[in-house]
């Protein structure tokens, strides 16, 4: 499996801020996921990273809200922009190979605490 | 549409006892199916995973078990310790959607000593 490291690993921002979470893997993967799990909840997918074009988002999630970047094999950022007290969660990264598995594998993931 | 279902939402067993949480999904075009283990402040650990051509596989204390024809599978935790005490999540995922996952809602394991 590869090694994710995320940063930070957890901040408390104020209300109508932006942050920027980092994800980057040990070596060059070809799936990179952003996920969002709030407090006791179950994981949602935020988008797809992709690398060298626009991120495919879910329903429910656009790119003004969590703008994704992935300008190599290795590293991604999402933003979180205009924050309010509901985006408080932890947002997690994660990689994957579709061959010979789907295995996904996941960072640590990044504590936001929005007041 | 909650497309996997997981039930229960907490357990509590004894140590040395056998821990059973179950999923149910509805997309049958979904071909891989892997369970994850999450301690608190960590992200969550692939445990074990299934592939709808075979009804069980086991790596160590860990079993999956596979339904195809009521779109069900389990995770089996043989000997639960008190180590094992976490939440277990299943997911599934279809290759041609690009291994997105679709998680169930999580089940809270407590063992206790």
């Known amino acids: 499996s590869a090694v994710i490291s995320q940063k930070p690993s957890r901040d408390i921002c104020q209300r109508g801020t932006s942050l920027t979470i980092q994800c980057q893997v040990d070596s060059q993967v070809t799936m990179m996921f952003w996920y969002r799990q709030q407090p006791g909840q179950s994981l949602t997918l935020i988008a797809t990273?992709?690398?060298?074009?626009?991120?495919?988002?879910e329903s429910g999630f656009v790119i003004d809200k969590f703008p994704i970047s992935r300008p190599n094999l290795t590293f991604s950022t999402l933003t979180v922009s205009n924050m309010s007290p509901e985006d408080s969660s932890i947002y997690l990264c994660?990689?994957?190979?579709?061959?010979?598995?789907?295995?996904?594998?996941f960072g640590p993931g990044t504590r936001l605490t929005v007041l | 549409q909650q497309q996997v279902k997981q039930s229960p939402q907490s357990l509590i067993v004894q140590k040395g006892g056998i821990s059973i949480i179950n999923c149910a999904y509805e997309n049958t075009a979904f071909d891989y199916f892997p369970w994850y283990q999450q301690f608190p402040g960590k992200g969550p650990a692939l445990l074990i995973a299934i592939r709808p051509d075979v009804s069980e596989k086991k790596e160590g204390r860990f079993t999956i078990s596979f339904n195809k024809s009521a779109k069900q599978f389990s995770l089996h935790i043989m000997d639960s310790q008190p180590g094992d005490s976490a939440t277990y999540f299943c997911a599934a995922s279809r290759r041609t959607s690009g291994s997105r996952l679709t998680f169930g809602e999580g089940t809270q394991l407590t063992v206790n000593p």
């Open positions: 990273a992709n690398q060298g074009s626009e991120a495919t988002y």
């Open positions: 994660s990689v994957g190979r579709a061959e010979p598995h789907n295995e996904q594998f």
